[in-house]
Structure formats: C-alpha cells, structure tokens
C-alpha cells in the first residue's frame, strides 16, 4: 500500500512545488467513472441513431473498440474542459460532433475544440479515472501525485509542471484531475453555520 508524500513532512518542497505546511487540506482524489476500464487512445468522435448518441471509437493494447457515452456525461465532460479552457463555469447549453472537432455553446459564447484536442483530452480524462492521482490544494495552486508513476506535479492556472502541459501545450491529466476535484467540491451543499448557543 502506497502512502501519499502530500501527507508526509518530507516532501514538503518538489521543485517549484511549495506544499503549505500549514495547511490542514487533506488530499483529494477525483472520484469519476471510467469511460472505459483501459488505458485507451481516443480516434474518432461521432453520434449515433436519431437521438444522436455519442460515441467514440478508440483503440486499446487489444484492439479497436467502441462506446457510447450518455449526453449528460459527455457534456459533464466538456464542462470540465470548458472551465481549464476558460476559466468559466457557465452551463453548455447545446454541443454538436462534427468530424472537424466539437462545437460548444454556452450563455457566455460559442466554444471550437478541434478533433486531435478532443481525443486528447477523452483520453486523459479516462486515464485520471483509471489511475490514482492524489490533489492537494494550496493558497494559489494545486500539486497532484502520481502513486504509480511515483511523480508529483504543479498546477496552476497557467498550466502545469509535467511534460504535457509543457511541451506538448495540451490540457493535461493533472489538470482534469484538479478540475474534477474543483468541480467536486463545488457540487457539495454547504450549510450555513449554526450560531453559537450562549
């Protein structure tokens, strides 16, 4: 059984990851179901029957598969992007899969995600699924660990410290993972607190 460096006074500097010592924040894990439980690599996106469903093709270490992916999940989906992208929350009112990419559309504007961006991001959201990424939150920024890969990354709204988000310049697991995380916690009732009795 793995223990989390975010909880252990050793790793509490990561390169220019500065955990808060002070904070009693306790680690996060994005807690979402896997589009499909394997590590794919999304190639194509598209709607099937009238009720246009959508479904992504993708490929696997065993193959060539394919899924469907309820609307309500797949706008959850784009919701989550949509907020990495943009840094607003407002609901996606329509979407549309075209071959080109997918079409968004919110009360703050319309939205293009190209189709190599989408397949990317499909794929990593399934991987954060998939893989145990422990989030931290601090004052400014967020530091997820990676208990398999034994890694720690920095996140902030600028992106993030891994490989992906630097040098690729895509949106990266880590990110999602923050934002689901973020999303999470958003979702959560919060109930004024009751007055102290005198």
Request: overall charge positive; aromatic content about 8%.
């Amino acid at each position: 059984m793995n223990t989390s460096p975010l909880n252990t006074p050793t790793v509490q500097k990561f390169g220019a990851a500065n955990i808060n010592k002070s904070s009693e924040t306790a680690a996060q894990t994005p807690t979402i179901s896997a589009l499909v439980p394997a590590d794919i690599r999304v190639e194509r996106i598209q709607t099937v029957s009238k009720a246009n469903i959508p479904q992504i093709i993708y490929r696997t270490t065993n193959g060539r598969c394919s899924t469907l992916i309820s609307k309500d999940k797949f706008r959850k989906i784009w919701q989550c992007w949509l907020y990495i992208q943009s840094r607003q929350s407002s609901p996606i009112h329509q979407y549309k899969i075209k071959p080109s990419g997918i079409h968004l559309q919110t009360e703050m504007g319309h939205y293009w995600i190209s189709s190599s961006e989408a397949k990317s991001f499909l794929s990593r959201y399934n991987r954060v699924a998939i893989e145990p990424l422990f989030v931290k939150f601090n004052d400014s920024d967020a530091v997820v660990w990676n208990s398999i890969n034994q890694t720690i990354s920095l996140v902030r709204e600028t992106g993030c410290s891994c490989p992906d988000s630097q040098y690729r310049h895509t949106i990266c697991k880590h990110q999602i993972a923050v934002q689901l995380c973020q999303m999470i916690e958003i979702s959560k009732p919060h109930y004024p607190a009751e007055p102290a009795l005198r």
